[in-house]
């Protein structure tokens, strides 16, 4: 995601409709509380991302919530800065135990009042596993903090001894589909320890923008539940992933006016997996259909 520094950015969030995910949430401004509970609340949040995969809290966008699936920001629900001051979030947070390194609280004014402001609390994956103030760990899956059980606890405790990667999906289109349009994978090292293997099998659906694609080197798996393109990506042993580095996975696909026999139904986001040495495999999901606006 672009950083959020202003309050158009802010609205761009609502005008797209740009759904929370398990890296980005929002918190209307009530969610912010002296009491016990409220103070609880807030240090499970922000964990349950450092403890997953990273991500950003927005304190001050209420959300509506879809009957079965992820929420959407609804409109801007400012928070009084006089009540509850960017000091006041970071003292919180603050007592997460161990302290989450490399956090960032960023505040936007969204007026119309002056003491009307946005947190924007983007946190980063964290070096081993962080405490809620309840004295229980969270992780952030399926849009919201669940409680973590030992061997998760003991997985994330041992960051520090395997690579840690995180992936991001793009597809650039050029319509009507020429020899252009590929699918991007952004592979990066977030961890301190180099991978010298790794390997990614990508799940898209069939579709993208209502047109049939066909992408190289893949095939279509119909035995594991609906109907999916299956691409896989590995280094064979060449360039090793430095810690803070990255690497851009491409994969060219073209336009097709049908699929003989049809595969019928098929996923509607794209599934991605990734292998990295000991690291244990990871599986995220992404929004097919938002791919093209930027890296998600």
């Known amino acids: 995601m672009n950083p959020l520094r202003s309050k158009s950015d802010l609205e761009a969030l609502i005008r797209d409709r740009i759904e929370e ?3 980005l949430e929002y918190k209307a401004a009530a969610s912010l509380g002296r009491s ?27 959300e509506t919530k879809s009957n079965d699936g992820p929420s959407f920001p609804e409109k801007i629900d400012p928070v009084d800065v006089r009540e509850y001051s960017k000091e006041w979030l970071d003292q919180i947070i ?13 505040s936007v004014h969204v007026g119309p009042n002056d003491a009307d402001y946005v947190y924007v609390v983007n946190v980063p994956q964290g070096s081993t596993a962080h405490q809620a103030l309840d004295c229980k760990y969270y992780a952030r899956r399926n849009f919201e903090a669940t409680p973590m059980v030992d061997y998760e606890v003991r997985d994330v405790m ?32 977030i961890g301190g320890v180099m991978a010298r ?7 898209i659906p069939i579709k993208y923008s209502d047109r049939v694609i066909m992408p190289d080197d893949a095939h279509i798996n119909t035995k594991d539940g609906p109907a999916h393109w299956s691409i896989s990506f590995t280094n064979s042993g060449r360039t090793p992933l430095f810690p803070g580095s990255e690497v851009i996975l491409n994969r060219k696909f073209k336009h097709m006016q049908k699929l ?29 259909a938002n ?4 890296w998600t």
């Open 158 to 189: 041992q960051r520090t001894i395997h690579p840690t990667v995180d992936i991001e999906l793009r597809i650039i289109a050029d319509f009507p589909f020429d020899r252009n349009s590929h699918i991007a994978l952004r592979l990066k090292n």
């Open 21 to 23: 995910t398990s890296q």
């Open 36 to 62: 016990g509970d409220r103070k609880r609340e807030i240090s499970k949040d922000v964990s349950s991302l450092a403890n997953a995969s990273g991500g950003t809290i927005i304190f001050g966008i209420s």
């Open 260 to 288: 003989d026999p049809d595969p019928g139904e098929s996923i509607k986001d794209a599934e991605i997996t990734i292998y990295a040495d000991n690291m244990p495999s990871v599986t995220l999901t992404k929004s097919f």
């Open 197 to 203: 293997h790794y390997a990614v099998v990508l799940r």
């Open 291 to 294: 791919a093209h606006k930027e």
């Open 94 to 106: 603050g007592q997460i135990r161990p302290r989450i390194r490399g956090l960032e609280i960023s």
